[in-house]
C-alpha cells in the first residue's frame, strides 16, 4: 500500500517506520524543511528504542522517502495519515487545531480525483472529522478517526503490538482499505465520533488511575500502610487490573496534561459534567508542588540554620524512561519550584533529555553526562525518572563520593532494604518514615 504520514514527530516517524518495515511504500511528510533535510541525510531528531535501527533498514531498501511539500508526499498515496501535533491553545485549555486545519487546507488545493483515506491519527476533539471534511470537501476523499495509542519510549513496540486499532468511519470503501491494512490485528470498527471520543476517555481513564494511586500513597504515607502492597492487592482483582498503578510524582508528558484538560473543555462545550478530570488535573498539579515542598523541606533539615548552601543531585529530567521528551515532564516542574527556594544547587543527569532539558531550564542547574559525577559532594540524592539505568547503578560508591547520605527515590525503584544496608537514609513513596 502506498501510505503518506502528515508530521513527522513522536507519532508520525515511528508509526511511517513501522508501516515502511512490514513492506507499504512510506512517505513522510514535514514542513519544516530542515528536519526533513535531516531525515533525507539520515538524522533522527528524537528518541525511541530501535527506531534509528529500522528507520536506517527501511530507507536503504527505499521504502521510507520524505517530502516537504504535501502535494508532492500524496501523489501515489492509498492512504493518507494526519499525524501533526495538537498541542494546548495558548490562552485556553482547547486542542489547537492549527497544523489539522492547515494540512487539509493543503489536501483540498490537491484536487484528488481518485478514492483516498484520511485517516486522522492526532489526538483530535470530537467532531474535528466533521471539520476535516468540510474543509477538504472531496467525494474521493474518505476522513477516518485512527486515533494512536502509543507510548513514547516503547513506540515501535507498541506499533507492532497493539492491544487495539479504532477505526472510526461508515464508509464501505474506507473500512475495507483499513481492514487490508491491519488484517492481522484486533481492530474496532466504530463511528467517527466514537472513535475520537475513545482516545481522550481512555487517555484521561489512566491519568485518572494515576492520580488515584498518588492519593492512596499520600494517605499511606500518613496511616502506616505501603502503598506498593495495596497496588499489588488492587491489581490482583482483574476488573482493576495491575497497570498504571505506580505512585510516583505526577503524571507528565504530551498526552496525558493536554488531553485532560482538552476532554474537560469539550465536555463545557457541549454543557456536560466531568468533574472527574476536573479533580484529576488540579490533584495532579497540586501534586509536583507537594513533591518539591518535600525536597525543600528536607533540604532544610539539613540546613537548619541557613548558614550553608545544600546540594541536591537529581537523576532524570524526562517525562519518563526511555524518551528524551520534557514536555510537561513533572522532573523539570520539580526542579522550577525547587528554583524558588532559597540556597540550593541543583546537579542534574538524565541518560537521553538533558538537551531538552536545557531548552527549558537553561543554566539556572549544572547538567552532568555521568551520574557518579552528578552525585559527587551532594547531600542529597533525588530520583524523578523511572530509568532502568537508575537501578543498576553502584550506589556504594555514588554514597561514598556524597557528603551526606540521604536519597529519594521518588519512583520507587531501588530495593529499599539494600540502599538502606549501603549506608542511605532512603525515603521513597507512600510509606511513613519517621
Ligand atoms: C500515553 C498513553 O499511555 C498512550 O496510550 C497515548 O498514545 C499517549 O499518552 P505516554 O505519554 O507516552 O503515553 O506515556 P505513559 O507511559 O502513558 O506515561 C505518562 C505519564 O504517567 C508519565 O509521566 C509516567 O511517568 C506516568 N506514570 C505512568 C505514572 O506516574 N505511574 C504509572 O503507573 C504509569
Redesign the pocket.
Known amino acids: 500500500m502506498n501510505i503518506s504520514i502528515i508530521g513527522t514527530g513522536y507519532v508520525g516517524l515511528p508509526t511511517g517506520v513501522g508501516f515502511a518495515s512490514l513492506g507499504h511504500n512510506v512517505c513522510c511528510i514535514d514542513k519544516n524543511i530542515d528536519k526533513v533535510e535531516r531525515l533525507n541525510k539520515g538524522q533522527i531528531d528524537i528518541y525511541e528504542d530501535n527506531l534509528k535501527e529500522l528507520f536506517d533498514k527501511t530507507v536503504q531498501e527505499g521504502k521510507l522517502t520524505f517530502a516537504y511539500s504535501i502535494k508532492e508526499g500524496i501523489q501515489n498515496a492509498d492512504l493518507v495519515i494526519l499525524a501533526v501535533g495538537t498541542p494546548t491553545e495558548p490562552n485556553t485549555n482547547k486542542a489547537d487545531l492549527t497544523y489539522i486545519k492547515e494540512a487539509s487546507k493543503e489536501i483540498a488545493e490537491c484536487e484528488i480525483d481518485r478514492h483516498i483515506v484520511i485517516a486522522i491519527k492526532s489526538t483530535v476533539p470530537v467532531g474535528t472529522g466533521d471539520m476535516v471534511e468540510e474543509i477538504i470537501n472531496n467525494e474521493n476523499c474518505d476522513i477516518v478517526s485512527m486515533p494512536?495509542?502509543?507510548?513514547?519510549?516503547f513506540a515501535l513496540h507498541d506499533f507492532f503490538n497493539p492491544d487495539r486499532i479504532v477505526i472510526g468511519t461508515n464508509s464501505e470503501k474506507a473500512k475495507n482499505l483499513l481492514q487490508q491494512l491491519y488484517q492481522d490485528k484486533n481492530v474496532l470498527f466504530t463511528d467517527r465520533r466514537s472513535s475520537e471520543l475513545i482516545k481522550y476517555a481512555?487517555?484521561a481513564f489512566?491519568a485518572l488511575k494515576?492520580h488515584y494511586i498518588n492519593e492512596i500513597a499520600d494517605l499511606c504515607e500518613k496511616a502506616g500502610a505501603n502503598v506498593e502492597f495495596v497496588a499489588k492487592g488492587m491489581g490482583l482483582d482483574s476488573r482493576i487490573g495491575n497497570k498504571?498503578?505506580?505512585a510516583?510524582i505526577g503524571?507528565?508528558?504530551?498526552?496525558?496534561p493536554k488531553d485532560t484538560k482538552a476532554l474537560l473543555e469539550t465536555s463545557k462545550e457541549f454543557d456536560s459534567k466531568m468533574s472527574l478530570v476536573d479533580t484529576v488535573i488540579n490533584g495532579n498539579n497540586f501534586r509536583k508542588m507537594k513533591i518539591a515542598k518535600k525536597i525543600a523541606d528536607k533540604a532544610k533539615e539539613l540546613n537548619p540554620h541557613g548558614e550553608k548552601q545544600i546540594r541536591i543531585a537529581i537523576y532524570g529530567l524526562a517525562?519518563?524512561n526511555n524518551t528524551d521528551d520534557c514536555r510537561e515532564s513533572?522532573a523539570i516542574e520539580i526542579i522550577q519550584h525547587l528554583l524558588n527556594e532559597k540556597d540550593l544547587i541543583l546537579e542534574v543527569y538524565d541518560p537521553k533529555a538533558n538537551e531538552n532539558a536545557k531548552k527549558i531550564l537553561g543554566d539556572k542547574v549544572n547538567y552532568y553526562e555521568c551520574p557518579k559525577l552528578c552525585a559527587y559532594a551532594v547531600d542529597m540524592l533525588v530520583i524523578l525518572t523511572?530509568w532502568e539505568e537508575f537501578k543498576n547503578l553502584d550506589y556504594k560508591l555514588i554514597l561514598t563520593s556524597m557528603r551526606d547520605d540521604i536519597l529519594l527515590d521518588y519512583r520507587n525503584l531501588l530495593d529499599e532494604e539494600e540502599m538502606k544496608s549501603i549506608g542511605f537514609k532512603y525515603e521513597r513513596i507512600g510509606k511513613k518514615y519517621d
Request: aromatic share 20%.
Open positions: 494512536e495509542f502509543l507510548r513514547e519510549g481512555s487517555n489512566l494515576i498504571f498503578l505506580n510516583g503524571f507528565g508528558g504530551s498526552c496525558f517525562f519518563k513533572p523511572e
